[in-house]
């Protein structure tokens, strides 16, 4: 496996592959989840490369930024161990070298300004930008994203089809821990109390939707499952049921369903969501 550590290392590297290419674009600290990401990835492509890259356009002004785990070595061996060829870790100077504040950037309208958008404003034009940067960078034919960032990864998409780009977007189910919490590099900040708290929010997202699929109204199942997440102890940001597709509000018509969470356990911010047909 090879690290490069600049866009000039990169662009080398890129001019000697015949074969096919495929990107997972991460932020480091990895778990199993991003390592199943290069499992699906080589199932796609000859290549795999997965960029290492804590992205500041895509922090808040309060965010975790400076605290962000950054495990470089570590992860190099993980990834090297699963068999990807190369480890694309840039600094923000190659990224950014205009810095942030005159940065081109790229803004997916509608879908970025709700849900996490609206908690976050600016987080999916920082999504967008890089995601796209990246896709100059590598030109991959494949890139492969989790579905635990389900907005996310909807932004992607739509960036990926306005913007006429070749480059083909899949979609991993989410992993998670065996009590069925969604594996996330910010699980490290949970206390153990916490963590064993955490798993309840999938629990509510599952039996939500045993709730609707049976035929109990969305805004008395909502409503139900807010009271609970509230009684574990969570700090409800949003608690949605929206149209898989595209996130827009569900209707009754509507047969692909994704509901979508995201609440705080003392200082951390956890996000689920739950796919489901009824």
């Not at 694309?88 to 190659?94: I, T």
Request: charged share 20%; proline share 5%; aromatic share 6%.
């Amino acid at each position: 496996m090879q690290l490069l550590k600049s866009l000039d290392e990169l662009r080398v590297w890129r001019s000697q592959q015949q074969a096919s290419v495929a990107l997972v674009p991460t932020m480091g600290n990895l778990h199993e989840g991003h390592l199943k990401l290069i499992d699906l990835a080589k199932q796609h492509a000859d290549v795999v490369v997965v960029s290492i890259f804590v992205n500041p356009l895509q922090f808040g002004a309060n965010e975790d930024l400076d605290n962000y785990p950054r495990t470089l070595a570590v992860d190099c061996v993980a990834v090297s161990k699963r068999g990807a060829s190369a480890v694309f870790a840039p600094s923000v100077a190659d990224i950014y070298p205009r810095g942030l504040t005159e940065q081109t950037f790229i803004e997916v309208p509608g879908i970025s300004e709700i849900l996490c958008g609206a908690s976050r404003p600016g987080h999916f034009r920082g999504v967008a930008t890089i995601v796209a940067k990246l896709f100059n960078m590598v030109q991959p034919n494949i890139a492969v994203f989790g579905e635990k960032d389900y907005q996310q990864l909807q932004v992607i998409r739509l960036m990926t089809q306005d913007l006429s780009l070749p480059v083909d977007i899949i979609g991993m189910p989410t992993e998670r821990a065996a009590d069925g919490l969604a594996l996330s590099s910010r699980n490290g900040y949970l206390t153990p109390s916490e963590r064993a708290t955490a798993p309840r929010l999938y629990q509510v997202l599952q039996h939500t939707a045993q709730q609707i699929k049976a035929g109990e109204t969305v805004v008395n199942a909502l409503a139900q499952a807010r009271q609970q997440i509230t009684a574990y102890g969570f700090r409800i940001d949003y608690l949605e049921l929206r149209r898989a597709c595209d996130l827009a509000p569900a209707k009754p018509t509507d047969q692909k369903l994704v509901l979508l969470v995201a609440a705080f356990l003392g200082s951390t911010r956890l996000i689920d969501n739950l796919q489901f047909s009824r």
